[in-house]
T-cell receptor, first 115, second 115 residues
Framework: DQQVKQNSPSLSVQEGRISILNCDYT??????FLWYKKYPAEGPTFLIS?????DKNEDGRFTVFLNKSAKHLSLHIVPSQPGDSAVYFC??????????????FGQGTTLQVKP | KAGVTQTPRYLIKTRGQQVTLSCSPI?????VSWYQQTPGQGLQFLFE???????NKGNFPGRFSGRQFSNSRSEMNVSTLELGDSALYLC??????????????FGPGTRLLVL
């Protein structure tokens, strides 16, 4: 049972345009969501997060949107740069003694930004 | 602050052997989580330690174990290695007392190859 899903394995965009990466979840108990960027054979790098009490969070070129009713979140990168080419993972967590320290990850979306 | 460090970065073992991986968290972070990344299963949670106590455990066999020391450094051990244990093992640290959601910061990982 995959609780966090990234249905698009890959995405290709032109440099300077917007990249939109999507993520769906099934567990309504999730209350904290994160996006990570990952290069092969390296650890994930934290990009941006959002709490379930918000619907939007911005940090520079990165904006995360959360739609709780649809159980959907998205990451917008504007403008996209070639250095953004990587695998992007969304992750979710929820508070509770049985859930401490545990992030549940989607399968990842490979973003390619073409010059 | 220095980031999360993991040693060794690469390891080759044979079936039946055991292996110990090490993780040093970001200074001040007392929570350490471990994940396994494989092409087929993605990023899977192994366990989490806080103040030398295992607080949470994922769905992995007992061959996978860990511990945390008083300085928050953590080790994980895999005994009786199987071919399927070949993976990238990632360690992440966080500060659960920071309030809000728990953002985890990852190390570079240890690439384990079992022959």
């Amino acid at each position: 049972d995959q609780q966090v899903k990234q249905n698009s394995p890959s995405l290709s965009v032109q440099e300077g345009r917007i990249s939109i990466l999507n993520c769906d979840y099934t567990n309504s108990m999730f209350d904290y969501f994160l996006w990570y960027k990952k290069y092969p054979a390296e650890g994930p790098t934290f990009l941006i997060s959002i709490s379930s009490i918000k619907d939007k969070n911005e940090d520079g070129r990165f904006t995360v949107f959360l739609n709780k009713s649809a159980k959907h979140l998205s990451l917008h990168i504007v403008p996209s740069q070639p250095g953004d080419s990587a695998v992007y993972f969304c992750a979710a967590s929820h508070i509770g003694s049985s859930n401490t320290g545990k992030l549940i990850f989607g399968q990842g979306t490979t973003l390619q930004v073409k010059p | 602050k220095a980031g999360v460090t993991q040693t060794p970065r690469y390891l080759i073992k044979t079936r039946g052997q055991q292996v110990t991986l090490s993780c040093s968290p970001i200074s001040g972070h007392r929570s350490v989580s471990w994940y396994q990344q494989t092409p087929g299963q993605g990023l899977q949670f192994l366990f989490e330690y806080f103040s030398e106590t295992q607080r949470n455990k994922g769905n992995f066999p007992g061959r996978f174990s860990g511990r945390q020391f008083s300085n928050s450094r953590s080790e994980m051990n895999v005994s009786t290695l199987e071919l399927g244990d070949s993976a990238l093992y990632l360690c992440a640290s966080s500060d659960p007392t920071s309030g809000g959601g728990e953002t985890q910061y990852f190390g570079p990982g240890t690439r384990l190859l079992v022959l």
